[in-house]
């Protein structure tokens, strides 16, 4: 996005992002940078499921697998 006035430039807002592969060691490294972030992400999916079972939402099982023919 950019933001021209009288033929000059006031605001530019570039995003240049590089793609890097999802190896384990890349990551921990995530992990350890930023560790709050995915144990937010924990706590929240936790809590969103404690407010289903206080509202005794049923669960459901996965139902089992049929065999197909081929």
Known sequence: ?????????H?????TLVASPATRGTLLKTL??????????IAGIHFEALRL?????????HP???ETSK
């Open 32 to 41: 350890a940078r930023q560790p709050w972030v995915n144990l937010k992400t």
């Open 64 to 66: 089992t697998r049929k």
């Open 1 to 9: 996005m950019e933001n021209w006035q009288d033929q000059q430039r």
């Open 11 to 15: 605001f530019d807002a570039t995003l």
């Open 53 to 61: 079972w206080l509202k005794r939402v049923p669960v459901y099982n």
